[in-house]
C-alpha cells in the first residue's frame, strides 16, 4: 500500500473519495412505536425502504449509530475565509452552553488531518477491536493462485482501472497462448481476485488467443456458490477505513462483490473523516472472495476472519477506543496534566454534539418540528433552501435555482454529481414523481433512518437545552425528583429498549451521585423528573408548538418513543503526550494497517510546533468531540474550528 497520505483515492464511481481534508458526514438509525396517534390526517405509503435491515425500533438504536464526528479541513476554512463572515451553528445555538471542570482551557486543532483520529471499536466484552491480520482461507475445493505467475503488472494494473472505470462496456484483453492450462489459470485469477468482472476467451482477427475480461452486466446472474455444509452462516471480519463513510465503505465492497449492501451488518456506525476499526457481518460470503478485494481497493482493509453463527446487530458493543491529536496545542505540560487529570477524574457533560444538529444556519431539528408539526411544504423548502452556513457556496447554485423555478427536474439536472445519493435528491426525485407534487409524499422518498435524524435531532436539542439549564440552577448534585436508572432485567425494560428508572427521594438520595442522574429524551415511552426540571421539557417543546403529551404521530415513523441519558460521562483508558512536529502533514499516529505493515511514524527534524496526543475509551452512544471540548474549553462547531485552522 501507499504512504497513507497518498493512498486514500477515489474507488467510488458515484463520487471521488475526499482528499485528507474532507469534512464528515452523519449517519444515523432510526426510531418508531407499534402505536399511532391522531395528530394529523394523512395516509401513508412509503416508497423509501430502510437500507438498515437491522435497525431497531427504539432510539437505542438511533444512539448507537451516531457515533461519527464531525471536522473541517484547512481547506474548507479558506473558502469559507472568502465570506465577510462566518455563518453557520455555533454550540450556544443547540444548548451547549456549561462546562464542569476548573482547569484553565488552550488552543488546540482538531482533525485537521484525517490521521489525527483513530477509532476502535469496543465488542460487548470489553476488547478493542484490531485489524491484525489480513490473511483469509482459501475457498473450499479450490487452490488460490499466485496472481503474479499468472498476470503481467500490465495486465494487473489495467485492470485495477478497469475495476474503477464508469464505461460498463469497457474492456481489457490479455493475450495468452494456445495452453489451455494457461488460459484456465487467467480466468481461475479473474474469478479469485476480480470477482465482479467477467472473462471469456476469443481469436483475434489474425487467429490469435485473447481473453476479454470486462464487468458482468448487472443482474446478469453469476455462478451460484455452494455454501459448505456445516460452516456458520456469518463472515464475520475486521473492517478498517481511511477517510470514508461507513455506508460508502460497504457499498463498495458489496458493489465488487456484487451483492446488495444490505448483506452486511454492523454494530455501529463510525466517522467518516478519521481511521476507523470495526467489526462487520456478511450472510454466506466467502472470507477468500472478501479478502482478494484488500488487493484493489484503497483506503479500506479487511482481515480477521472467521465464521459465526449469528449477525451483528445494532447497539451490539460497549464503545469506542479513540487516538486523538490536536495540532498547534499551545499549553504547557503542567496545563495538559491539570485537563486531561480533571478530564479522567471528573469527566465532562455528555451533551449532544454539533454534528447531530449540521453545520448551516438551518438546524436538522428545525426540520424535525417541521415534520413533528405535520408542516410537510415547510419541511420541504428547508431542506431545499439555500444555506448562509457552511464550506461549499457551489452548493448553493441549485439551491438558488430551485428557490426560483420550483422546478425539480431541472433542479436535479444541476446538482452536482455527488448529491445523488443525498437526501435532497431523494426528496426532488419524489417532488417529481408523486401526484401534484405531494410534499408528504416526496417526504417518503427520503429513505426512513434519514428522515428519523429530523426528529432525533429535535429530541437532542432539548435534552441539551434542559441540561444546561438545570447545571446552571443546581450545579453538580443530585436533587429530589431527578431520574436514576433502576438494576434490572434488559427483558423488563419499558417498550422498546428503554430502561427502567426511579426517582430520587429523600429517603434514597444518599445513595447516588449526579454521575447516576439521567434525562429523558422527550417521548410517550417515558417519564419526566417530578421536579421543575419536567416543566422545563413542556415549556421549552411549547415554544416550538410542540405539545409534550402528544408524540404519538399519526405518522408512524415520526413517533417518539423517547429514551434516557446519563448527564456526565467519565472515560477509561485516559493516557496523554506533547508530541513535536514541524510538518503538518506528517502524520503522528500509528493505524493498525501501519502496525500490520512496520510503518513507523516518521521522524521530524527541526520541530517548532507542539501537538497534544491523547487516547481514551467512551460509552457508546457519547461524542467524542464533547471530551474534547470539556479539555479544550473551545466551540466545537465547524465555524469555529475554520478559524483555528486559519492560524
Excluded at 434519514?450 to 448534585?477: A, P, T
Excluded at 421549552?540 to 410542540?546: D, P, Q, R, S, V
Excluded at 472515560?571 to 508530541?579: C, G, L, M, R, T
Aim: hydrophobic content about 35%.
Amino acid at each position: 500500500m501507499a504512504s497513507v497520505e497518498s493512498s486514500v483515492e477515489s474507488n467510488l464511481k458515484r463520487d471521488a473519495l475526499d482528499d485528507d481534508t474532507a469534512p464528515a458526514k452523519r449517519i444515523k438509525s432510526d426510531e418508531g412505536d407499534d402505536q399511532m396517534k391522531a395528530t394529523c390526517s394523512t395516509s401513508v405509503q412509503d416508497p423509501a425502504k430502510d437500507p438498515h435491515p437491522n435497525s431497531g425500533e427504539s432510539n437505542n438504536d438511533d444512539k448507537k449509530m451516531e457515533e461519527n464526528e464531525g471536522g473541517i479541513s484547512m481547506e474548507d476554512a479558506e473558502r469559507m475565509d472568502d465570506t465577510p463572515e462566518l455563518v453557520g451553528l455555533k454550540e450556544k445555538d443547540v444548548g451547549i452552553l456549561e462546562y464542569i471542570s476548573k482547569h484553565e482551557g488552550f488552543h488546540g486543532v482538531l482533525k485537521q488531518r484525517y490521521r489525527d483520529f483513530l477509532v476502535n471499536e469496543i465488542d460487548e466484552a470489553g476488547n478493542i477491536i484490531r485489524l491484525t491480520d489480513l490473511s483469509y482461507p482459501a475457498p473450499e475445493g479450490e487452490k488460490p493462485l499466485d496472481v503474479n505467475s499468472v498476470l503481467s503488472k500490465e495486465d494487473q494494473e489495467q485492470l485495477a482501472q478497469l475495476l474503477q472505470a464508469d464505461d460498463m462496456e469497457a474492456s481489457h484483453l490479455i493475450q495468452v497462448g494456445d495452453d489451455k492450462e494457461e488460459r484456465t489459470k487467467v480466468h481461475q485469477v479473474i474469478r479469485q481476485l476480480y470477482p465482479s468482472m467477467e472473462s471469456t476467451t476469443s481469436d483475434t482477427a489474425d487467429g490469435k488467443k485473447v481473453i476479454k475480461v470486462m464487468k458482468a452486466k448487472p443482474g446478469v446472474k453469476r455462478r451460484k456458490s455452494r455454501w459448505p455444509k456445516g460452516r456458520p452462516d456469518f463472515c464475520k471480519f475486521v473492517l478498517y477505513k481511511e477517510n470514508m463513510d461507513l455506508n460508502d465503505a460497504l457499498g463498495l465492497v458489496a458493489r465488487y462483490l456484487h451483492i446488495r449492501p444490505h448483506n452486511f451488518a454492523m454494530a455501529g456506525n463510525k466517522d467518516k473523516r478519521a481511521v476507523t476499526v470495526q467489526e462487520i457481518t456478511s450472510y454466506r460470503i466467502d472470507a477468500a472472495r472478501i479478502g482478494r478485494l484488500n488487493d484493489v481497493l484503497r483506503g479500506i482493509r479487511m482481515g480477521n476472519f472467521r465464521y459465526v453463527k449469528k449477525a451483528l446487530n445494532l447497539g451490539e458493543l460497549s464503545g469506542n477506543h479513540f487516538v486523538i491529536v490536536l495540532r498547534n496545542a499551545q499549553c504547557s505540560e503542567q496545563q495538559l496534566t491539570e485537563a486531561m487529570t480533571s478530564f479522567k477524574d471528573v469527566g465532562f457533560i455528555n451533551y449532544f454534539g454539533m454534528q447531530r444538529f449540521g453545520n448551516s444556519s438551518i438546524a436538522t431539528y428545525m426540520v424535525g418540528i417541521a415534520l413533528l408539526k405535520c408542516k410537510w411544504s415547510e419541511a420541504v423548502e428547508l431542506i431545499l433552501k439555500p444555506r448562509e452556513g457552511g464550506s461549499n457556496k457551489e452548493d448553493n447554485k441549485w439551491r438558488e435555482h430551485w428557490m426560483k423555478t420550483k422546478n425539480a427536474q431541472s433542479t436535479l439536472d444541476k446538482m452536482p454529481r455527488h448529491k445523488r445519493t443525498s437526501a435532497e435528491n431523494q426528496l426532488l426525485t419524489g417532488l417529481m414523481k408523486v401526484q401534484k407534487a405531494d410534499p408528504f409524499q416526496a417526504l417518503l422518498f427520503i429513505p426512513r433512518h434519514v428522515r428519523l435524524i429530523y426528529i432525533h435531532s429535535f429530541q437532542s436539542y432539548i435534552w441539551n437545552l434542559v441540561l444546561s439549564r438545570r447545571i446552571q440552577k443546581y450545579g453538580l448534585q443530585p436533587i429530589i425528583g431527578d431520574l436514576v436508572p433502576t438494576d434490572n432485567d434488559p427483558s423488563e425494560q419499558q417498550g422498546s429498549g428503554v430502561i427502567k428508572t426511579a426517582y430520587i427521594t429523600e429517603e434514597n438520595k444518599s445513595e447516588y451521585s449526579i454521575y447516576d442522574v439521567v434525562l429523558p429524551l422527550p417521548g410517550f415511552g417515558i417519564k419526566y423528573p417530578t421536579n421543575e426540571v419536567g416543566e422545563w421539557y413542556k415549556s421549552m417543546m411549547a415554544e416550538h408548538g410542540i405539545d409534550s403529551d402528544k408524540l404519538k404521530h399519526h405518522v408512524k415513523d415520526y413517533s417518539l418513543l423517547g429514551d434516557y441519558r446519563k448527564i456526565l460521562v467519565k472515560p477509561k483508558n485516559v493516557a496523554w503526550s506533547i508530541q513535536k512536529y514541524s510538518n503538518y502533514k506528517l502524520h503522528l499516529t500509528q493505524t493498525d494497517l501501519d502496525k500490520l505493515e512496520g510503518t513507523e511514524v516518521p521522524e521530524q527534524t527541526d520541530c517548532t510546533e507542539q501537538a497534544v496526543k491523547m487516547e481514551f475509551s467512551l460509552p457508546s452512544s457519547t461524542y467524542a468531540t464533547m471530551a474534547i471540548r470539556e479539555i479544550l474549553k473551545i466551540d466545537t462547531s465547524s465555524v469555529h474550528q475554520a478559524t483555528l485552522n486559519k492560524t
